[in-house]
């Protein structure tokens, strides 16, 4: 091999290392190595970190006055052309930070050279993503408190519609509309709450870490943490290149958060099928068939309920690929951008699909009515009186209720349906007093312990759920 001629039309040595390097890459070395077409998406942070590391060179006397304000004013250029969608991205430099780089010299010079002072690209990088992340972070946070918004809306309106609620996906006991939907309003807050931990685990910086030991330049890492509103510096410089744990929470946070969605959207479609006829979502979150006339699709429901197969996916591959790795940083680590991008895109938009549906969704009251009466979802109600009322043991109250029940369903009858003396032939002390409890209406009524679901505690939830989450009086 060291004998081979070198390829005439072999590509020149890269400018950002190419000291040591005779020629370029081969073609598929460059392939594998090339991150700009995914990593472009860290531009604004990459000249954040930049302009904040500039400026401390500058107060620093590492760098010229005259030098920080041409690379100031080249790197908002550049800003500005990536913006604007004109800038020449190229294959051959390789990832955002080198593009930026060659970009800078071509508008200002050499000056552009004294930028990396004191700097790589392991920490920059590593600053670039935790920069990246925090501004995913704060979006979802805005989407999910959205979403909480759009919950809480509809269960105030529904704090009295009764549903049946459900345990093994069989009719247990009546609930109202309201009380299921700020089930979900906790979920979020949790999810909220796990994504705030993430971000501030995630806000120490990097950059000043260089390559991997730190640097032998005066720089000022407190005043280049602050400036890009990092709560401090990132105390090992080992650690600093080589974490990517703010990756994998953030993963990890999205892929519970899309589990719930899921859940939400697993609900959506039962309800809006035909059997259910629950909820019936307009034309905005459904769509037809091409052979079925007469269907109506809760696609987007279906779709947000798929998510978490990829968000999960996300975390699976992430883990995967830092699982092992020496300190510090490895060019492995360059596939951690994938993931978490593909989990920030997907988890937007399924944050957002929810939230549509939420706000679309009108539930058919008289159905959900008719189901929550049905498979003697008052049993509980029943038993309960006999302990009240005739003072019988829990479980002797349980099994009276069973052979009721029983007695109703061979005649063919609700338990508010069947008559006295049927109900007198196995508890003669049983009377009229009972059918109070036995509609559904009062079934809910009388579950007001806290955090239950009666409508009055819907009401006070709802507005105790606004003041929690939505920082309303
Ligand atoms: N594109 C690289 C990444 O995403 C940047 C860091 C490269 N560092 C290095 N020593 N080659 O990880």
């Known amino acids: 091999m060291s004998g081979k001629p070198r390829d005439a039309a072999k590509p020149a040595a890269n400018a950002a290392w190419g000291g ?13 190595n090339v991150s700009i077409d995914f990593d472009k998406r860290l531009f604004a942070q990459d000249i954040a970190g930049s302009l904040a590391h500039c400026a401390m060179l500058v107060r620093q006397n590492i760098l010229s006055a005259e030098d920080g304000d041409a690379i100031a004013r080249g790197l908002a250029q550049i800003r500005a052309e990536i913006e604007a969608g004109r800038f020449p991205f190229r294959a051959e430099h390789e990832d955002i930070h080198l593009n930026i780089e060659a970009r800078l010299a071509e508008l200002i010079g050499p000056a552009a050279g ?3 002072t004191a700097r790589s690209r392991n920490d920059q990088v590593a600053t670039d993503f935790r920069l990246w992340v925090r501004d995913a972070l704060d979006r979802l946070e805005r989407q999910m408190q959205g979403l909480q918004a759009a919950l809480i809306a509809k269960a105030e309106r529904h704090a009295d519609t009764i549903m049946p609620g459900f345990t093994h996906l069989q009719v247990a006991q009546p609930v109202t509309f309201g009380h299921h939907l700020l089930a979900y309003v906790e979920m979020l807050g949790r999810d909220r709450s796990r994504f705030g931990d993430c971000r501030r685990r995630l806000n120490e910086c990097p950059l000043g870490a260089a390559a991997l030991a730190g640097t032998s330049f005066p720089i000022d890492r407190h005043a280049t943490a602050a400036a890009l509103g990092f709560d401090r510096p990132a105390a090992n410089s080992l650690d600093a ?22 859940r939400f959207a697993e609900e959506v479609v039962i309800w809006t099928s035909e059997p259910y006829r629950f909820i019936r979502l307009s034309d905005a979150f459904t769509t037809g068939s091409s052979i079925m006339p007469q269907k109506r ?15 999960l996916g ?15 940083y490895s060019k492995d680590m360059q596939e951690d951008k994938l993931p978490v991008f593909d989990a920030a895109d997907t ?33 509980t109600d029943l038993a309960d009186w006999l302990v009240r009322v005739l003072g019988l043991p829990f479980r ?6 069973g052979a009721l029940v029983k007695r109703a369903e061979t005649l063919g009858l609700a338990l508010a349906d ?18 109070a409890v036995l509609t559904v209406e009062k079934s809910v009524a009388s579950r007001s312990s806290f955090g239950g679901t009666a409508p009055a505690n819907v009401a006070a939830a709802a507005a105790e759920a606004k003041r929690r989450f939505l920082r309303e009086a």
Do not use: W, Y
């Open 314 to 328: 996300a975390l699976t591959q992430l883990l995967t690929v830092m699982k092992g790795l020496p300190l510090a």
């Open 297 to 311: 699709n809760p696609d987007a429901a279906e779709l947000v309920r798929a998510k978490p197969g990829r968000l």
């Open 241 to 262: 290149v080589s974490d990517r744990d703010f990756a994998l929470e953030f993963l990890a946070a999205a892929a519970i958060c899309g589990t719930h969605l899921s």
């Open 396 to 401: 002797e109250a349980h099994r009276l209720t």
């Open 347 to 379: 988890l937007e938009l399924a944050l957002a699909a929810t939230a549509g549906m939420v706000g679309d969704l009108e539930p058919d009251a008289a159905a959900m009515r008719r189901v929550a009466a049905s498979g003697f979802s008052t049993a």
């Open 418 to 435: 069947l008559p006295l003396a049927e109900m007198q032939k196995l508890e003669p002390r049983m009377t009229d007093a009972v059918f």
């Open 20 to 32: 040591r390097f005779a020629g370029g890459p081969a073609e598929i070395m460059q392939r594998i």
């Open 114 to 116: 004294r930028l990396h």
